[in-house]
């Protein structure tokens, strides 16, 4: 662009324009002069508009440009490498800090109020007047004041703030809970259970890594019991394996009653109504089913102030679909379950820590740098750990609902006993009542038809740990065709057998083999050949497959890893089916177990001599052991031939 000045008309003839004139303008300029001559000083004086030069604007189109055709849009794309957090480490100086007062946020409501009872003079005490206690209050006394000094909240490490750490550091031992009538317990815990609350309770991420029989369970309930109590929690997720569901469900109900708890299961729309209830502040859901509830779960508006993951093991491969749902379910605290939290390499932990704390750990770190940073975050006990007496026995009631198949028909099978003994009347003996009970336990083992297994898949469930610890475990059945059904399921832990098909002279190899064997972690054996006479002390676990008549042949045959030189504490889970024969079956021993011990200590030697690998050996009183005859029919409601009705 350029600009051009044209020539401006002018009258003065002083004006510097007019000096220099063109010769085409040169006329013009002596007639302006002439008429100047002549005319008035006003009109001799020019305006400033004819002063004014005018200009005029080009645009050179050769040498100019615009944006638009001078530059020529182009679309590039460049593949960065994706970012790698890094961590920093900051050392800071420790914080010195003197408190003089401190006002406290609201108590928690579990806590044990203080009560003075006026107690009067107990004739015969002795001591000052109002001083009389029973030998029992005295004892409560000592073990709380003993377990106390180990029993207390402790802040975790990743607390920084002083009203958050005081708010811990001061709260009341847990054993004064124990007894104390705000908080109620079934069982009094032992000292290191309520250590393990206490791990619990502050935390917003751990990992209770206890060796399976120790009460992971338990532990869990009664913190989030306190939690709940206290007003921390409102809404509590637990995601454990399919098998578990219904001993979680249990285990709510013995050890926190009073909490709402629901299972979520059933169709779409009623699983979408659980996952909204508001009113029912502890869920429990299984891994399975997390896959088909992903929508509602993460894009429903859901959140959890705790999710806790049992058998955590089962997220340890990060990319796996379970373990993105359950990284991703909104949630405030993350406790994770476990019993092996390494199973082959140090990297397993990693994968719980994404679920935990996302890139806290990674994988490839030095185990020792891995165990310095996690060790704030993870409780793990063993039995040899925190028990004294040697060897303790842990029992576990390892209660399991049917299958839909055994179910069904093992309800046929009930209904139609219970008629064709009725129309025998008084031909009626107790033959008939408990061949009828031999057909419905072995329906509570596996479904005749399907083979399906409630207790076997809760077998394997278990076994996984125990494989997973390199421990190893004996299980015993009445039923060789129990065992055989069981076997293929089990092959992964290097099965043996130990059982009256088994030849004499091949049995001590049998247990050679067992005890030597380091891929083989569990022996079937049958009660007839392995309750006694075995001495097999480097066992941990005992899995009772089926309950037997007599309590003292259930004690014989846990004896074999339970004795005298063994390796350590031994873990007995009697499988039971809930709201079958087995059930009302070991209410009534379970009655007279006290019993029992004395009534038939003399037949424990007898017993040897059983030649017999099952029931049918032998005749049904020997079997049922103190089973009386009236309540032998009274399993069934049925009224014994000259006999009064047991209900």
Not at 337 to 364: A, R
Not at 563 to 586: F, P
């Amino acid at each position: 662009m350029w600009f051009r000045k044209s020539s401006p008309v002018s009258a003065d003839p002083l004006s510097p324009s007019s000096s220099t004139p063109s010769s085409a303008t040169s006329g013009n300029l002596s007639d302006n002069v002439t008429q100047s001559n002549v005319a008035s000083p006003a009109q001799a004086r020019p305006s400033a508009s004819s002063q004014r030069p005018a200009m005029t604007c080009e645009v050179d189109e050769v040498n100019s440009w615009d944006f638009a055709t001078a530059f020529e849009l182009e679309t590039s794309e460049w593949t960065l490498p994706a970012l790698q957090p890094m961590r920093v480490p900051i050392k800071l100086p420790p914080l010195v800090a003197k408190t003089t007062g401190f006002l406290f946020p609201e108590s928690a409501s579990w806590i044990p109020k203080p009560t003075e009872k006026p107690t009067d003079a107990v004739a015969g005490s002795i001591g000052p007047e109002g001083s009389g206690k029973s030998e029992a209050e005295q004892g409560s006394k000592k073990r709380r004041k003993s377990i106390g000094k180990r029993s207390r909240i402790k802040p975790p490490n990743d607390i920084v703030k002083l009203q958050d750490r005081l708010y811990y550091l001061l709260q009341p031992p847990l054993d004064l809970l124990v007894g104390s009538g705000q908080l109620n317990f079934p069982f009094e815990p032992f000292p290191y259970q309520l250590d393990g609350i206490a791990f619990l309770f502050p935390r917003y991420a751990c990992v209770l890594a206890d060796e399976m029989g120790l009460g992971k369970t338990m532990q869990a309930i009664s913190t989030m019991r306190m939690l709940l109590c206290s007003g921390e929690l409102r809404s509590v997720l637990l995601v454990c394996p399919k098998p578990l569901v219904s001993n979680w469900l249990r285990e709510f109900s013995v050890w926190a009653p009073e909490i709402p708890v629901v299972a979520i299961e059933g169709n779409a729309a009623k699983r979408e109504f659980q996952w909204r209830e508001p009113n029912v502040p502890v869920k429990i859901a299984n891994y399975e089913l997390l896959m088909r509830d992903k929508d509602i779960v993460l894009e429903g508006g859901l959140h959890f102030d705790l999710v806790a993951l049992d058998e955590a093991q089962r997220i340890k491969n990060s990319n796996n679909t379970t373990s993105e749902i359950i990284r991703a379910i909104p949630r405030t605290r993350s406790w994770a379950l476990t019993g092996t939290p390494v199973e082959n390499s140090p990297d397993d932990l990693v994968g719980i820590f994404d679920f935990l704390s996302p890139g806290y750990l990674q994988t490839g770190m030095p185990m020792s740098q891995m165990a310095g940073m996690a060790g704030d975050y993870i409780l793990r006990r063993t039995k040899d750990m925190v028990l004294d007496d040697m060897p303790p026995k842990l029992y576990r009631d390892a209660d399991v609902d049917l299958t839909p198949e055994q179910w069904a028909r093992y309800e046929t099978a009930e209904k139609e006993g219970v008629v064709h003994l009725e129309e025998l009347e008084e031909s009626l003996t107790v033959q008939h009542v408990f061949e009828l009970v031999l057909r419905l336990k072995q329906i509570c083992n596996f479904d005749p038809v399907t083979n399906s297994s409630a207790k076997l898949q809760r077998l394997e469930a278990d076994m996984e740990e125990v494989a997973a610890s390199g421990q190893k475990a004996i299980l015993f059945s009445q039923w060789t065709k129990t065992i055989d059904k069981m076997r293929p399921a089990l092959e992964r832990f290097g099965p043996l057998e130990y059982h009256g098909k088994i030849p004499h002279k091949k049995r001590e190899g049998v247990i050679e083999q067992f005890k030597n064997d380091p891929n083989s972690h569990i022996i079937l054996m049958s009660y007839g050949a392995g309750s006694v006479g075995l001495n097999l002390q480097f066992c941990r676990y005992v899995f009772l497959f089926d309950r037997w008549w007599n309590p003292a042949i259930e004690d014989q045959a846990i004896n074999r890893a339970h004795r005298i030189g063994a390796a350590g504490s031994v873990t007995v889970s009697r499988m039971m089916a809930v709201n079958t024969i087995e059930q009302r079956i070991a209410a009534v021993l379970d009655q007279k177990r006290e019993m029992f011990d004395m009534l038939f200590a003399d037949q424990r030697d007898s017993s040897k001599n059983a030649a017999g690998d099952g029931p049918a050996k032998s005749g049904p009183l020997s079997q049922a052991g103190g089973l009386s005859r009236d309540e032998i029919f009274g399993l069934f409601d049925l009224r014994a031939p000259g006999g009064k009705k047991v209900a």
